[in-house]
């Protein structure tokens, strides 16, 4: 019996290219296919995800015809209600076998593998997401180990299947170890490191296939399901770039954007004093939340990048604005890191060529990387040299151990590469855009950022 696959992996909330996607699926769809996404569809920074509690995407899949999907970790970034809501209302299965709450409780719609029918074939899915290591606490989870998964998955169902597909989100460097640990195994369709295989693999007779991302690719298996086992009779990966977009996609999306924008424009509160914004000159918006994320994670002192903000907060805030304001889905995270490392980012925040670097790395959605802001301390410079560094007070010690409240973008080094050289992160479940939301509202935080923490030796203020 013949099968053929259709499937994508880390869209990414790249929608356009998704109808691109969506055209080429359609046209390829035949009365012996299945549609399979690798993970990584849902993307919240988009808003029309934002809005609708991700039924966007649910709706998009749906109208394109998938057939299951399995949860990446950006199914998880909006919190468990949102994936719980998702999964709990998708007409397709939301699979993971090794995900679960952090007391090790199942997740509400999710399933750890699903066994379909085409034509009479039984097809037995399964998928992984993967270990988020310092991020699992943060966000609630429990990430089981994907090998004893798949296993006990493959022993539970024995027998009650013609062909395997594992769900691959946790890369492609674990390919070539499962097909050979694991010759139940028929096909692996790989996402998370967004590589793009050109035509599927085949290792100890198991076919291995992987669509690169941001929709640019649809992969497509065909295989030949005899009593001696699966053979590969044609793979490929696919471009989009030269597709139309399908108008069905088009028409969903301009629902639910209409439907976001109008539930995230809904104001939260008004703003006592304006929060300007500027890149490269120290500004209240940037100050309320170092002073936010001090206050949230107990630290020494807050240490937050200017860049991570596109612009300043006026009057009304609702959800639409803060996502207009940090569109960056980084989390609050503390860590601890000697006096040293401190001080060499703050020498490197007066460089203004270093403040306006680009900013990309995982997460970040602005522009430049910007300039360092403080709480909980003082920094006195003369322009490109710092004279002095007072951390409640007190001078900062290059060989003492500091705990610090920033972003998982700074603790990685991302931007200042020496504040990658901490130890014992912590990562809140919460975004920067909520210490905004959270701090915003309160007058004397928003009275508190007005201050300047940097000052020249002169005692001119800058």
Known sequence: MKLKILHTNDVH???????????????????NTIVLDGGDFADFKSIELQGTKGMAAIELLQSVGYDALTIGNNEMFNGFDTLEHMAGNSPFPFISNNL??????SIGGVKSSVILEKNGLRIFITGASPDLQGFNDG????????????????DRHRGTYDVCIFLNHVGTEADVELAKEFAEVDIILSAHDHQLYERAKSVNGTVLNSAGCYGEY???????????????????????????????????????????????????????????????????????????LQDMLKCDLGLINS?????????????????????SPLN?????????HIRK??????????????????????????????????????????????????????????????SDYLQRGSGYESLGLGRNEKYLPEEIRDVIRIYGERAGYVEKAQRNRWRESSSVMV
Request: charged share 30%; with cysteine; hydrophobic share 40%.
């Open 307 to 327: 860049g991570i903000v596109n612009a300043g907060a006026f009057q009304n805030i609702s959800h639409k604005k803060l996502i207009e304001i940090c569109p």
């Open 345 to 406: 980012a703050i020498e490197d925040s007066l460089d203004a060529q270093v403040c306006l670097a680009d900013g990309r790395g995982p997460g970040f959605r602005g522009k430049f990387v910007g300039r360092l802001h403080v709480s909980g301390a003082e920094i006195i410079h003369e322009g490109r040299r710092i004279s002095e560094i007072l951390i409640t007070g007190a001078p900062l010690e290059d060989e003492k151990w500091y705990s610090v409240a920033s």
């Open 13 to 31: 909330s790249h929608f356009e290219a998704f109808g691109r996607a969506a055209t080429l699926i359609k046209e390829h769809k035949d009365e």
């Open 218 to 292: 649809v992969g497509l298996v065909e295989v030949e399901i005899t009593n001696e086992g699966v053979e590969l009779v044609r793979s490929e990966t696919i471009s989009t770039k030269s597709s139309s977009v399908d108008r069905v996609v088009t028409a969903i999306l301009k629902k639910n954007k209409e439907v976001a924008i109008e539930v995230l424009s809904r104001p939260l509160y008004t703003l006592d004093r304006t929060l300007w914004h500027d890149v490269l000159e120290e500004n209240p918006m940037t100050n309320l939340i170092a002073d936010g």
């Open 139 to 154: 966000l609630g989870v429990h990430i089981s180990d994907y090998k004893n998964a798949i296993r006990e998955e493959l």
């Open 332 to 340: 609050p995270t503390s860590f601890e890191i000697q006096g040293k």
């Open 100 to 105: 679960y709450r952090k007391d090790k409780a």
